[in-house]
């Protein structure tokens, strides 16, 4: 995961793309309204698919040893 870092300096520490100002946390977002990894890198050329996958396996690996709430429905 070398393609993501964290840097308290830049968005207050979340992590982010190397060498970009662009959180994880944005790429999911994208990802989850419906945006597709060719839309993505599209508006954003300087992003490789490599980069859109080590955000996905970043949040898989944050997410093994969470404890989760049951969500209500709406």
């Not at 508006?43 to 980069?51: A, I, Q, V, W």
Request: net charge negative.
């Amino acid at each position: 995961m070398r393609r993501i870092i964290a840097n308290k300096e830049i968005l207050g520490g979340k992590p982010i793309i190397k060498g970009t100002r662009i959180s994880v946390e944005f790429i999911l977002e994208l990802l989850a309204s419906g945006a597709t990894v060719d839309d993505i890198l599209k508006d954003y050329s300087h992003l490789t698919k490599e980069d859109i996958h080590a955000c996905l396996e970043y949040a898989a690996h944050a997410l093994k040893n969470d404890i989760f709430l049951e969500l209500e429905n709406a």
